[in-house]
Protein backbone atom coordinates (compact mmCIF):
# COMPACT_ATOMS: atom_id res chain seq x y z
CA UNK A 1 0.00 0.00 0.00
CA UNK A 2 1.26 3.44 -0.59
CA UNK A 3 3.51 5.26 1.48
CA UNK A 4 1.08 7.11 3.57
CA UNK A 5 0.04 8.56 7.18
CA UNK A 6 -2.84 6.90 9.24
CA UNK A 7 -5.22 9.39 10.25
CA UNK A 8 -7.38 7.22 11.99
CA UNK A 9 -8.48 4.33 11.44
CA UNK A 10 -11.85 2.08 12.82
CA UNK A 11 -13.73 -1.30 12.38
CA UNK A 12 -17.28 -1.06 10.48
CA UNK A 13 -19.14 -4.20 12.14
CA UNK A 14 -21.27 -6.69 10.11
CA UNK A 15 -24.29 -5.62 8.53
CA UNK A 16 -23.51 -1.95 9.20
CA UNK A 17 -23.16 1.45 7.18
CA UNK A 18 -20.75 4.23 7.73
CA UNK A 19 -20.28 7.45 5.79
CA UNK A 20 -17.83 10.32 6.02
CA UNK A 21 -16.41 13.30 3.88
CA UNK A 22 -13.44 11.89 2.57
CA UNK A 23 -11.38 15.08 1.51
CA UNK A 24 -9.53 15.23 -1.70
CA UNK A 25 -5.53 14.51 -0.70
CA UNK A 26 -6.44 11.43 1.76
CA UNK A 27 -7.38 7.42 0.89
CA UNK A 28 -9.41 4.98 2.46
CA UNK A 29 -8.28 1.70 2.56
CA UNK A 30 -10.54 -1.03 3.09
CA UNK A 31 -9.17 -4.12 4.32
CA UNK A 32 -11.63 -7.48 4.58
CA UNK A 33 -10.82 -8.92 7.86
CA UNK A 34 -11.86 -12.73 8.24
CA UNK A 35 -12.34 -12.72 4.11
CA UNK A 36 -15.75 -12.94 2.25
CA UNK A 37 -16.66 -9.80 3.09
CA UNK A 38 -19.02 -7.09 1.02
CA UNK A 39 -19.04 -3.59 0.89
CA UNK A 40 -21.58 -1.44 -1.00
CA UNK A 41 -20.82 2.23 -1.71
CA UNK A 42 -21.87 5.54 -2.95
CA UNK A 43 -20.29 8.25 -3.62
CA UNK A 44 -21.52 12.27 -4.00
CA UNK A 45 -19.95 15.27 -4.45
CA UNK A 46 -19.76 17.10 -0.99
CA UNK A 47 -20.09 20.46 -2.12
CA UNK A 48 -22.92 19.50 -4.85
CA UNK A 49 -24.19 16.38 -4.56
CA UNK A 50 -26.42 16.58 -7.49
CA UNK A 51 -23.26 15.50 -8.72
CA UNK A 52 -22.91 11.74 -8.05
CA UNK A 53 -21.15 8.50 -8.87
CA UNK A 54 -22.53 7.23 -12.40
CA UNK A 55 -21.82 4.10 -13.24
CA UNK A 56 -22.62 3.84 -16.88
CA UNK A 57 -19.78 6.52 -17.06
CA UNK A 58 -17.62 4.47 -14.93
CA UNK A 59 -17.73 1.33 -17.04
CA UNK A 60 -18.05 2.64 -20.71
CA UNK A 61 -15.11 5.62 -19.83
CA UNK A 62 -12.30 2.46 -19.25
CA UNK A 63 -14.29 -0.38 -21.01
CA UNK A 64 -14.56 -2.34 -17.83
CA UNK A 65 -17.23 -4.45 -15.96
CA UNK A 66 -14.96 -4.87 -13.15
CA UNK A 67 -13.33 -2.70 -10.85
CA UNK A 68 -9.51 -2.75 -9.83
CA UNK A 69 -6.48 -1.21 -9.80
CA UNK A 70 -5.46 1.99 -12.08
CA UNK A 71 -9.43 2.20 -12.55
CA UNK A 72 -11.14 5.56 -11.66
CA UNK A 73 -15.21 6.20 -9.89
CA UNK A 74 -16.32 8.85 -12.66
CA UNK A 75 -19.06 11.44 -11.34
CA UNK A 76 -22.01 12.18 -14.08
CA UNK A 77 -19.94 15.54 -14.37
CA UNK A 78 -17.04 14.06 -16.14
CA UNK A 79 -14.73 14.44 -12.70
CA UNK A 80 -13.41 11.54 -10.94
CA UNK A 81 -14.38 11.11 -7.34
CA UNK A 82 -11.89 8.27 -5.73
CA UNK A 83 -9.28 6.52 -8.20
CA UNK A 84 -8.84 2.89 -6.67
CA UNK A 85 -5.00 3.20 -5.94
CA UNK A 86 -4.28 -0.70 -4.61
CA UNK A 87 -6.15 -3.71 -4.84
CA UNK A 88 -5.21 -6.98 -3.46
CA UNK A 89 -8.75 -8.42 -4.77
CA UNK A 90 -8.54 -7.82 -8.59
CA UNK A 91 -12.19 -7.56 -8.97
CA UNK A 92 -14.55 -5.56 -7.67
CA UNK A 93 -18.37 -5.97 -8.65
CA UNK A 94 -20.45 -2.83 -10.32
CA UNK A 95 -23.58 -5.02 -11.54
CA UNK A 96 -25.00 -6.62 -8.55
CA UNK A 97 -26.69 -3.51 -6.85
CA UNK A 98 -27.67 -3.97 -3.35
CA UNK A 99 -30.12 -6.01 -1.52
CA UNK A 100 -33.21 -5.17 -0.09
CA UNK A 101 -35.80 -5.69 2.77
CA UNK A 102 -37.90 -7.89 0.75
CA UNK A 103 -34.87 -10.11 -0.61
CA UNK A 104 -33.71 -10.42 2.93
CA UNK A 105 -36.61 -11.61 4.79
CA UNK A 106 -36.36 -14.13 1.56
CA UNK A 107 -33.49 -15.31 1.80
CA UNK A 108 -32.63 -15.51 5.54
CA UNK A 109 -35.79 -15.57 7.00
CA UNK A 110 -37.25 -12.59 9.76
CA UNK A 111 -35.11 -11.23 12.27
CA UNK A 112 -36.32 -7.83 13.90
CA UNK A 113 -34.66 -6.19 16.22
CA UNK A 114 -37.32 -6.60 19.45
CA UNK A 115 -35.89 -10.45 19.26
CA UNK A 116 -31.97 -10.16 18.35
CA UNK A 117 -30.86 -6.71 19.22
CA UNK A 118 -28.33 -5.52 17.22
CA UNK A 119 -27.69 -8.83 15.31
CA UNK A 120 -31.24 -8.15 13.66
CA UNK A 121 -31.24 -8.48 10.08
CA UNK A 122 -30.18 -5.37 7.96
CA UNK A 123 -30.16 -4.27 4.32
CA UNK A 124 -28.24 -3.11 1.90
CA UNK A 125 -30.70 -0.30 0.35
CA UNK A 126 -32.21 0.61 3.97
CA UNK A 127 -29.08 0.86 4.75
CA UNK A 128 -28.11 3.20 2.19
CA UNK A 129 -31.26 5.17 2.57
CA UNK A 130 -30.99 5.67 6.14
CA UNK A 131 -26.87 6.93 5.99
CA UNK A 132 -27.64 9.17 3.27
CA UNK A 133 -31.08 10.86 5.01
CA UNK A 134 -27.86 12.09 7.47
CA UNK A 135 -26.63 14.09 5.01
CA UNK A 136 -29.93 15.43 3.89
CA UNK A 137 -30.34 13.12 0.47
CA UNK A 138 -33.34 10.80 -0.10
CA UNK A 139 -34.44 8.44 -2.03
CA UNK A 140 -34.40 10.19 -5.50
CA UNK A 141 -30.37 10.69 -4.88
CA UNK A 142 -30.03 6.69 -3.99
CA UNK A 143 -27.67 5.46 -7.54
CA UNK A 144 -26.34 2.03 -8.56
CA UNK A 145 -23.46 1.11 -6.22
CA UNK A 146 -20.20 -0.81 -6.53
CA UNK A 147 -19.97 -3.87 -4.40
CA UNK A 148 -15.95 -4.21 -3.14
CA UNK A 149 -14.31 -7.34 -2.74
CA UNK A 150 -17.69 -9.48 -4.76
CA UNK A 151 -16.93 -10.78 -7.97
CA UNK A 152 -19.67 -11.40 -10.49
CA UNK A 153 -19.06 -12.41 -14.16
CA UNK A 154 -20.91 -11.84 -17.13
CA UNK A 155 -20.96 -15.16 -19.66
CA UNK A 156 -21.33 -14.95 -23.47
CA UNK A 157 -25.16 -15.02 -23.02
CA UNK A 158 -25.21 -12.33 -20.31
CA UNK A 159 -25.73 -14.76 -17.82
CA UNK A 160 -24.39 -13.05 -14.42
CA UNK A 161 -22.44 -15.24 -11.93
CA UNK A 162 -21.88 -14.62 -8.35
CA UNK A 163 -18.36 -15.81 -7.07
CA UNK A 164 -17.79 -16.82 -3.42
CA UNK A 165 -14.28 -16.53 -1.59
CA UNK A 166 -13.64 -14.01 -4.21
CA UNK A 167 -11.58 -11.90 -1.11
CA UNK A 168 -9.28 -13.89 1.46
CA UNK A 169 -8.65 -12.47 5.31
CA UNK A 170 -6.35 -9.20 4.84
CA UNK A 171 -7.59 -8.76 1.23
CA UNK A 172 -7.72 -4.83 0.82
CA UNK A 173 -8.55 -1.96 -1.55
CA UNK A 174 -7.85 1.77 -1.44
CA UNK A 175 -9.55 4.45 -2.25
CA UNK A 176 -8.10 7.78 -3.27
CA UNK A 177 -10.28 10.51 -2.94
CA UNK A 178 -9.75 13.32 -6.10
CA UNK A 179 -12.43 15.60 -4.94
CA UNK A 180 -14.10 16.10 -1.33
CA UNK A 181 -16.17 13.23 -1.63
CA UNK A 182 -18.90 11.99 0.10
CA UNK A 183 -18.70 8.18 0.90
CA UNK A 184 -21.38 6.40 1.84
CA UNK A 185 -20.68 2.38 2.62
CA UNK A 186 -22.51 -0.39 4.41
CA UNK A 187 -21.09 -4.16 4.78
CA UNK A 188 -24.18 -5.83 4.12
CA UNK A 189 -24.27 -9.08 2.08
CA UNK A 190 -24.30 -9.19 -1.59
CA UNK A 191 -27.49 -9.65 -2.75
CA UNK A 192 -26.09 -12.72 -5.25
CA UNK A 193 -24.43 -14.37 -1.80
CA UNK A 194 -24.84 -17.79 -2.55
CA UNK A 195 -24.15 -18.00 1.55
CA UNK A 196 -27.66 -19.38 2.22
CA UNK A 197 -26.85 -17.54 6.02
CA UNK A 198 -27.11 -14.58 7.10
CA UNK A 199 -23.63 -13.61 7.87
CA UNK A 200 -22.06 -10.32 6.82
CA UNK A 201 -18.44 -9.23 7.40
CA UNK A 202 -16.63 -6.78 9.51
CA UNK A 203 -14.13 -4.42 7.57
CA UNK A 204 -11.71 -2.35 8.54
CA UNK A 205 -10.97 1.22 7.64
CA UNK A 206 -8.07 3.24 8.03
CA UNK A 207 -8.48 6.58 6.49
CA UNK A 208 -4.57 8.21 5.91
CA UNK A 209 -3.13 10.89 3.67
CA UNK A 210 -2.34 10.58 0.36
CA UNK A 211 0.81 11.54 -2.04
CA UNK A 212 -0.13 14.08 -4.79
CA UNK A 213 -0.83 12.67 -7.53
CA UNK A 214 1.70 13.04 -10.19
CA UNK A 215 1.96 12.99 -14.15
CA UNK A 216 3.29 9.16 -13.96
CA UNK A 217 0.01 8.09 -11.36
CA UNK A 218 -1.32 4.78 -12.42
CA UNK A 219 -4.67 5.42 -12.07
CA UNK A 220 -4.52 8.57 -14.22
CA UNK A 221 -2.77 6.58 -17.53
CA UNK A 222 -4.59 3.94 -16.78
CA UNK A 223 -6.76 4.78 -20.14
CA UNK A 224 -6.56 7.89 -22.28
CA UNK A 225 -9.96 8.48 -21.05
CA UNK A 226 -8.62 9.23 -17.27
CA UNK A 227 -6.03 11.38 -18.72
CA UNK A 228 -8.96 13.61 -19.61
CA UNK A 229 -10.94 12.94 -16.70
CA UNK A 230 -7.84 14.18 -14.32
CA UNK A 231 -7.77 17.28 -15.87
CA UNK A 232 -11.56 18.19 -15.77
CA UNK A 233 -11.26 17.04 -12.00
CA UNK A 234 -7.92 19.64 -11.96
CA UNK A 235 -9.96 22.55 -13.25
CA UNK A 236 -12.63 22.23 -10.95
CA UNK A 237 -9.88 23.36 -8.07
CA UNK A 238 -8.51 26.18 -10.05
CA UNK B 1 -26.42 -15.16 -27.37
CA UNK B 2 -29.35 -16.49 -29.65
CA UNK B 3 -32.37 -14.95 -28.20
CA UNK B 4 -35.76 -15.57 -29.40
CA UNK B 5 -36.99 -13.23 -31.39
CA UNK B 6 -40.97 -13.25 -30.40
CA UNK B 7 -43.49 -11.07 -32.43
CA UNK B 8 -46.42 -8.75 -31.13
CA UNK B 9 -49.65 -9.65 -32.07
CA UNK B 10 -50.94 -6.62 -31.78
CA UNK B 11 -51.75 -4.13 -35.37
CA UNK B 12 -50.42 -0.67 -35.33
CA UNK B 13 -53.51 0.32 -37.10
CA UNK B 14 -55.12 0.29 -33.74
CA UNK B 15 -52.64 1.34 -31.49
CA UNK B 16 -54.60 4.41 -29.65
CA UNK B 17 -51.42 6.75 -30.05
CA UNK B 18 -48.35 7.25 -32.33
CA UNK B 19 -45.46 9.70 -32.77
CA UNK B 20 -42.62 9.33 -34.58
CA UNK B 21 -39.42 11.27 -32.63
CA UNK B 22 -36.83 12.29 -34.74
CA UNK B 23 -33.15 11.57 -33.43
CA UNK B 24 -31.97 14.19 -31.09
CA UNK B 25 -35.54 14.65 -29.79
CA UNK B 26 -36.86 13.72 -26.53
CA UNK B 27 -40.13 12.29 -25.64
CA UNK B 28 -42.20 12.35 -22.24
CA UNK B 29 -45.47 10.08 -21.89
CA UNK B 30 -47.66 8.72 -19.21
CA UNK B 31 -48.18 4.97 -20.21
CA UNK B 32 -51.45 3.30 -17.99
CA UNK B 33 -51.40 0.02 -16.27
CA UNK B 34 -52.20 -2.55 -18.66
CA UNK B 35 -51.23 -0.66 -21.88
CA UNK B 36 -48.98 -2.00 -24.30
CA UNK B 37 -46.12 0.28 -25.43
CA UNK B 38 -44.06 -0.32 -28.59
CA UNK B 39 -41.03 1.44 -29.91
CA UNK B 40 -39.77 1.03 -33.63
CA UNK B 41 -36.52 1.04 -35.06
CA UNK B 42 -37.59 2.51 -38.46
CA UNK B 43 -34.02 3.32 -40.17
CA UNK B 44 -32.23 0.36 -38.08
CA UNK B 45 -29.08 0.63 -35.09
CA UNK B 46 -30.59 3.53 -33.38
CA UNK B 47 -30.12 3.61 -29.93
CA UNK B 48 -33.10 4.61 -27.36
CA UNK B 49 -32.10 6.02 -24.43
CA UNK B 50 -35.26 5.23 -21.92
CA UNK B 51 -36.38 5.53 -18.08
CA UNK B 52 -39.57 4.77 -16.27
CA UNK B 53 -41.20 6.33 -13.35
CA UNK B 54 -43.93 5.28 -10.67
CA UNK B 55 -46.21 7.78 -12.36
CA UNK B 56 -47.60 8.45 -8.83
CA UNK B 57 -43.88 8.68 -7.39
CA UNK B 58 -41.06 9.54 -9.58
CA UNK B 59 -38.50 8.20 -6.29
CA UNK B 60 -39.64 5.04 -7.36
CA UNK B 61 -37.87 4.67 -10.71
CA UNK B 62 -36.69 2.06 -13.37
CA UNK B 63 -33.43 0.24 -11.74
CA UNK B 64 -30.98 -1.49 -13.72
CA UNK B 65 -28.64 -3.06 -11.56
CA UNK B 66 -32.17 -4.58 -9.80
CA UNK B 67 -33.75 -5.38 -12.89
CA UNK B 68 -30.21 -7.66 -14.02
CA UNK B 69 -29.84 -9.36 -11.31
CA UNK B 70 -33.34 -10.02 -10.97
CA UNK B 71 -33.35 -12.01 -13.74
CA UNK B 72 -29.78 -12.73 -13.25
CA UNK B 73 -28.56 -11.84 -17.47
CA UNK B 74 -27.08 -8.32 -18.52
CA UNK B 75 -29.02 -8.26 -21.54
CA UNK B 76 -33.35 -7.36 -21.34
CA UNK B 77 -35.49 -8.92 -24.18
CA UNK B 78 -38.69 -10.97 -24.28
CA UNK B 79 -39.98 -12.06 -20.57
CA UNK B 80 -37.40 -9.35 -19.15
CA UNK B 81 -39.15 -7.76 -16.36
CA UNK B 82 -38.19 -3.96 -15.79
CA UNK B 83 -37.77 -3.87 -11.79
CA UNK B 84 -37.89 -0.25 -10.02
CA UNK B 85 -35.73 0.98 -7.05
CA UNK B 86 -38.55 -0.04 -4.64
CA UNK B 87 -38.60 -3.77 -5.69
CA UNK B 88 -41.85 -3.55 -8.12
CA UNK B 89 -42.11 -4.21 -11.76
CA UNK B 90 -42.72 -1.54 -13.75
CA UNK B 91 -43.15 -3.18 -17.15
CA UNK B 92 -42.91 -6.40 -19.17
CA UNK B 93 -41.23 -6.89 -22.28
CA UNK B 94 -44.02 -9.13 -24.66
CA UNK B 95 -42.57 -8.82 -27.56
CA UNK B 96 -38.95 -8.03 -29.27
CA UNK B 97 -37.69 -8.68 -32.65
CA UNK B 98 -34.34 -7.62 -32.27
CA UNK B 99 -33.35 -9.77 -29.15
CA UNK B 100 -31.43 -8.01 -27.02
CA UNK B 101 -30.99 -4.68 -25.23
CA UNK B 102 -28.73 -2.99 -23.33
CA UNK B 103 -28.79 -1.18 -19.57
CA UNK B 104 -25.16 -0.85 -18.66
CA UNK B 105 -24.35 1.80 -20.87
CA UNK B 106 -26.29 4.83 -19.62
CA UNK B 107 -27.00 7.64 -21.71
CA UNK B 108 -23.92 10.55 -23.53
CA UNK B 109 -23.75 13.61 -22.30
CA UNK B 110 -21.70 16.48 -22.88
CA UNK B 111 -19.25 15.75 -20.24
CA UNK B 112 -18.87 12.28 -20.34
CA UNK B 113 -18.53 12.88 -24.44
CA UNK B 114 -15.30 15.15 -23.25
CA UNK B 115 -14.05 12.31 -20.93
CA UNK B 116 -14.46 9.55 -23.85
CA UNK B 117 -13.60 11.26 -26.83
CA UNK B 118 -11.93 14.65 -26.54
CA UNK B 119 -12.73 18.01 -24.30
CA UNK B 120 -13.79 19.60 -27.45
CA UNK B 121 -16.77 17.17 -27.52
CA UNK B 122 -18.68 19.21 -24.98
CA UNK B 123 -20.61 21.29 -27.47
CA UNK B 124 -22.31 18.40 -29.16
CA UNK B 125 -25.73 17.40 -28.72
CA UNK B 126 -26.33 14.33 -25.98
CA UNK B 127 -29.12 12.15 -24.44
CA UNK B 128 -29.17 14.15 -21.35
CA UNK B 129 -29.55 17.35 -22.41
CA UNK B 130 -32.82 15.85 -24.02
CA UNK B 131 -33.36 14.23 -20.85
CA UNK B 132 -33.07 17.58 -19.11
CA UNK B 133 -35.19 19.80 -21.89
CA UNK B 134 -37.67 17.28 -21.12
CA UNK B 135 -38.14 17.22 -17.53
CA UNK B 136 -38.36 20.91 -17.17
CA UNK B 137 -40.73 21.19 -19.62
CA UNK B 138 -42.81 18.62 -17.95
CA UNK B 139 -43.21 21.02 -15.12
CA UNK B 140 -43.42 18.23 -12.40
CA UNK B 141 -40.62 19.40 -9.84
CA UNK B 142 -37.90 16.49 -12.07
CA UNK B 143 -34.46 17.43 -11.88
CA UNK B 144 -31.19 15.67 -12.60
CA UNK B 145 -31.48 13.49 -9.63
CA UNK B 146 -34.09 11.86 -11.76
CA UNK B 147 -31.99 10.85 -14.95
CA UNK B 148 -30.54 7.42 -13.61
CA UNK B 149 -29.08 4.63 -15.64
CA UNK B 150 -30.99 3.90 -18.51
CA UNK B 151 -32.05 1.67 -21.18
CA UNK B 152 -30.57 1.72 -24.31
CA UNK B 153 -32.86 0.08 -26.27
CA UNK B 154 -31.40 -1.63 -29.48
CA UNK B 155 -27.75 -1.18 -27.99
CA UNK B 156 -25.45 -3.65 -27.94
CA UNK B 157 -22.65 -3.53 -25.16
CA UNK B 158 -21.45 -6.87 -24.99
CA UNK B 159 -19.43 -7.99 -21.76
CA UNK B 160 -17.02 -10.60 -21.68
CA UNK B 161 -15.94 -13.07 -19.26
CA UNK B 162 -13.15 -10.97 -18.27
CA UNK B 163 -14.67 -8.03 -17.37
CA UNK B 164 -14.37 -6.04 -20.56
CA UNK B 165 -17.29 -4.22 -22.01
CA UNK B 166 -17.64 -2.58 -25.28
CA UNK B 167 -19.90 -0.54 -27.40
CA UNK B 168 -20.09 -2.50 -30.66
CA UNK B 169 -22.24 -2.24 -33.86
CA UNK B 170 -25.80 -2.54 -33.16
CA UNK B 171 -27.70 -5.88 -34.28
CA UNK B 172 -30.80 -4.33 -35.18
CA UNK B 173 -32.13 -3.04 -38.55
CA UNK B 174 -34.97 -0.67 -40.19
CA UNK B 175 -38.43 -1.76 -38.55
CA UNK B 176 -37.14 -4.11 -35.29
CA UNK B 177 -39.26 -3.34 -32.12
CA UNK B 178 -39.36 -4.03 -28.77
CA UNK B 179 -42.93 -3.90 -27.15
CA UNK B 180 -43.92 -3.57 -23.16
CA UNK B 181 -46.62 -3.82 -21.09
CA UNK B 182 -47.21 -1.56 -18.48
CA UNK B 183 -47.37 -3.09 -14.64
CA UNK B 184 -48.06 -0.14 -12.90
CA UNK B 185 -49.01 3.61 -14.34
CA UNK B 186 -45.78 4.29 -15.40
CA UNK B 187 -44.13 7.68 -16.93
CA UNK B 188 -41.95 6.93 -19.87
CA UNK B 189 -38.62 9.34 -20.76
CA UNK B 190 -37.10 8.88 -24.11
CA UNK B 191 -34.16 10.60 -25.68
CA UNK B 192 -34.03 9.50 -29.59
CA UNK B 193 -30.03 9.22 -29.43
CA UNK B 194 -27.62 12.07 -31.29
CA UNK B 195 -24.47 10.62 -30.44
CA UNK B 196 -21.93 10.87 -33.38
CA UNK B 197 -19.09 9.00 -31.68
CA UNK B 198 -19.47 5.29 -31.62
CA UNK B 199 -20.80 3.27 -32.96
CA UNK B 200 -23.88 3.05 -31.31
CA UNK B 201 -26.30 4.80 -33.89
CA UNK B 202 -24.49 3.62 -36.81
CA UNK B 203 -22.68 7.13 -36.71
CA UNK B 204 -26.46 8.04 -38.41
CA UNK B 205 -28.73 9.08 -35.82
CA UNK B 206 -32.04 8.19 -37.00
CA UNK B 207 -36.10 8.64 -35.61
CA UNK B 208 -37.67 6.25 -34.10
CA UNK B 209 -41.99 5.01 -33.81
CA UNK B 210 -43.04 5.12 -30.41
CA UNK B 211 -47.00 3.69 -30.38
CA UNK B 212 -48.99 2.66 -27.27
CA UNK B 213 -52.66 0.48 -26.89
CA UNK B 214 -54.31 1.86 -24.46
CA UNK B 215 -56.61 -1.05 -22.81
CA UNK B 216 -57.02 -4.31 -22.27
CA UNK B 217 -58.72 -5.16 -25.22
CA UNK B 218 -56.19 -5.41 -27.86
Known amino acids: MSETSVLWEETVEPGAAWSHVLKRGTSLLITDMEGGANVGAIFYNFECPA ?12 HVARL ?39 KYGSAPYQQYRNHFHRN ?10 KWGLGPRDLTANVNFF ?62 PVGAADPCRRFRPENLRGFALTERYFV | MSALLVESEREAANATYRSVVPAGESWIHEIPKGAYFRIV ?49 MMTIVADTCGRHDTLGGACAAESNMVRYALEKRYMHACRQSFLKAIVEWEHGMDKRDI ?20 EDGVSAPGKYVELRAEMDVLALISNCPQLNNPCNAYNPTPIEVLIWDGQDH
Request: hydrophobic share 30%; aromatic share 8%; with cysteine.
Open chain 1, 51 to 62: ERFNLPDTLKAQ
Open chain 1, 124 to 133: GRDSFLVEIE
Open chain 1, 150 to 211: SRVTVDDDGGMTFHPRNSMSRSHVELRAEMNVLVVLNTCQHPLDTNPKYEPKPVRLSVRKAR
Open chain 2, 148 to 167: TSNINFFMNVPVTPEGELNF
Open chain 1, 68 to 106: TKGCVLYSDMGRILCSITEDTVGWHDPLGGCSNAQSVAC
Open chain 2, 41 to 89: DLEGNQAVDTLFYNAHDYSDRYSAQDTIRNQRNIYLTTGTRLMSSAGHV
